[in-house]
């Protein structure tokens, strides 16, 4: 499943349900990027006024989190594990092979492509490594033959 | 009944990494009739035999290993269990790895379909549940207390203690926090339990809310873990249809409901204080302490905040099980530890054992050795905050105590194995980029401190010699040990140190 890019919702109807909730900003903020794929100026002034806060509140917890983004990306997004237990399985050349074959680096989206590249700090797969996870599906030993296939069978 | 063939096939995230998906999509394409019943089950652990398919005929189960195996040249089923057979299948339970673990936490992993609840209910489960609501609050906790069980998310402190002090406290409204961000480099313990026992969770967080008198749970999941999510998400609801969660829980008057809250993305938040902020909805500082989150936690209300391993062997310590979990180790090294032995290892998986357990046996015997078949050269043990032991450090027992003397952590348990093609002045680099990017930002040394630390390890890159750099360093370490407010900025240099004191000349020249 690819972040949606439905944009038949005002950010509002689904801002709703989450302001009378105890903590409700971190699932709307999930729920509004799941529905436009980012975060929009439109959505962090909507958030700001039904939750009450400034713009810059909403924006200071949007960019704590490496998930929420303010601006679209690839419809396609690969993250790569950068962690300990991949490194023992050489994920930096796996890196250093992937970027090049996209012609992509790290936190760099491909336009035409529509493929993002990006780093992660484990994926729980750590005993069959390398692992990506493309989406939302996890590939272990990955390879950047793995990827490529993956991304042309399911995500074109 | 008893002539349906049964053919098990994983949906658990490292199974379906390596093609488990997929060969369930070729099998049930082949299935035409009700002769044969397909199981998506849990995964049993033993991730390299990963996707490990199974069938069981007249009672007898059986299974084999289906990695990089492709089954679109088959036409019916029958071709398929022709093919199962030349595999030379055999039951799992059979194996060294499996056989010598003492699985008590992970008794139900790979066996059913985890949202079975009948199967649940047939092991014994909810049988705790019932238990605690007719002991009562106080002897629940107590028996908790008494069976030594401490804090499997990495801190080890003593779970009944801290189910006391939520207890005592005088409050109407109560919180209990399960923490499933589990970030640690080579863990993955947490998401087994989610994926492939998940009632084994909700039924200890029930346990412990009634406990300690909370009516509402949080679990606070990694975005990272998807399949995990869902997996939360369906037993969340069957357990509320059968009256295990919502209100008058089993025709009592205890109510309790959990809410599944996402993080996104940061690996401090991982850290109690971190997480109840998120929870409320903020940025991942990290609070000082005092006041305890047992005393003063979410939303300003004394808050049970356990681990995701913790919380599920809950039920295990209130059952016949009891006595075994509790008569196994000594000191702080009671009960089980679920070991994640993964990085470049043949065999790995999750290993739930006795502590004291020798990392000789844990890599020889479990691991059977690199998977490159290179020598050995590092071992991390507990999480990106944990120690490197080198190849001559094999008789190291795995005990918190152990593992203390050594001034690392057994943390989560995760056990990652390099071997000699590992440079661990990258490592000791890498201990530092991972503080870069993830500390909260609220303590300086940890903030800007870990930027000066990965210059200074990259120019002791340049000259290992450089005496005033590692001097440099050892001075950034103490500052980072001594004024951090949590244990990112506080167990970095544990790492470090780790690679300075057992990998001679190869981060520093002495």
């Known amino acids: 499943m690819s972040s949606g890019q439905n944009n038949t919702f005002e950010p509002i109807t689904l801002i709703e349900p989450f302001v009378e909730k105890k903590g409700g900003l971190m699932p709307a903020l999930h729920t509004l990027q799941e529905h436009f794929g980012y975060i929009s100026k439109e959505c962090i002034a909507q958030l700001a006024t039904a939750f009450n806060y400034s713009q810059a509140e909403i924006i200071d917890v949007i960019t704590f989190y490496d998930d929420f983004r303010t601006k679209p990306i690839g419809k396609n997004i690969i993250r790569i594990c950068l962690a300990e237990a991949c490194q023992s399985q050489n994920c930096k050349k796996l890196l250093k092979d992937i970027s090049s074959q996209l012609n992509l680096t790290l936190d760099e989206t491909n336009h035409d492509s529509g493929i993002t590249l990006k780093e992660v700090f484990c994926l729980g797969n750590c005993a069959i490594g390398p692992s990506v996870m493309i989406n939302e599906t996890v590939i272990g030993e990955a390879t950047t033959e793995k990827i490529i296939n993956h991304i042309e069978k399911d995500g074109g | ?510």
């Not at chain 2, 488990?20 to 082949?30: E, G, H, P, Q």
Request: aromatic content about 8%; proline content about 4%; overall charge negative.
């Open chain 2, 1 to 510: 009944m008893s002539n349906i063939i049964k053919i098990y096939i994983p949906n658990e995230t490292s199974a379906n990494s390596v093609g488990a998906n997929m060969i369930y999509k070729n099998i049930s394409n082949l299935v035409k009739d009700e002769s044969v019943e397909i199981i998506r089950n849990g995964s049993w652990g033993a991730y390299w035999l990963e996707p490990f398919i199974e069938i069981e005929k007249e009672g007898v189960r059986r299974g084999a290993s289906y990695r990089n195996t492709n089954l679109l040249h088959l036409k019916t089923i029958e071709d398929f269990f022709l093919d199962f057979e030349k595999k030379n299948p055999f039951d799992i339970n059979e194996i060294d790895f499996i056989k010598n673990q003492n699985r008590i936490v992970f008794s139900r992993i790979g066996q059913q379909d985890p949202l079975d609840i009948d199967y649940y209910r047939k092991t014994k489960g909810y049988e705790s549940l019932s238990t605690a609501l007719e002991i009562g609050h106080q002897e629940t906790i107590d028996r908790i207390k008494s069976s030594g069980l401490t804090g499997r998310g990495g801190a080890a402190f003593p779970t009944g203690i801290k189910m006391q002090t939520v207890f005592d406290q005088d409050v109407s409204t109560k919180y209990l926090a399960c923490n499933a961000d589990e970030g640690d480099g080579g863990t993955f313990s947490d998401r087994l339990i989610m994926e492939s026992d998940p009632f084994s969770l909700i039924e200890g967080m029930t346990i412990a809310a009634y406990a300690v008198g909370a009516s509402k749970g949080y679990i606070y999941l990694r975005s990272e873990y998807p399949l995990a999510k869902d997996f939360l998400n369906d037993a969340i609801d069957i357990a509320l249809k059968n009256n295990y969660l919502g209100k008058n829980i089993q025709n009592t008057d205890f109510n309790f409901e959990i809410e599944l809250r996402i993080g996104a993305g940061s690996y401090v938040c991982g850290e109690e204080t971190a997480m109840m902020e998120s929870i409320e909805g903020r940025r991942g500082l990290v609070r000082s302490k005092p006041p305890l989150p047992a005393i003063k936690g979410l939303f300003g209300k004394p808050t049970l905040i356990n681990n995701v391993v913790t919380l599920a062997t809950i039920p295990a310590l209130l059952s016949q099980q009891h006595s075994e979990f509790s008569n196994i180790g000594s000191g702080k090294s009671i009960g089980t530890m679920p070991f994640q032995l993964c990085g470049n290892i043949k065999n790995g998986g999750l290993i739930e054992t006795r502590f004291d357990i020798t990392l000789k046996e844990m890599i020889e015997n479990y691991g059977s050795g690199t998977k490159s078949n290179r020598p050995l050269h590092a071992i991390q043990i507990g999480g990106p905050l944990g120690i490197y032991l080198s190849s001559n450090m094999l008789n190291t027992s795995l005990t918190i105590e152990s593992l203390d003397k050594l001034k690392g952590s057994i943390g989560h348990g995760g056990i990652i194995v390099f071997d000699d093609s590992v440079d661990m002045s990258e490592q000791a680099k890498f201990a530092m980029e991972f503080c870069v990017k993830e500390s909260c930002g609220k303590c300086t040394p940890c903030r800007i401190g870990s930027v000066r630390g990965v210059e200074i390890i990259e120019r002791l890159q340049e000259n290992k010699a450089s005496k005033e750099d590692a001097i440099l360093l050892e001075d950034l370490c103490e500052t980072l040990e001594s004024t951090s407010l949590c244990a990112m900025g506080g167990m970095t240099p544990n790492p470090i140190h780790s690679i300075i004191n057992y990998f001679p000349n190869e981060l520093i020249e002495k």
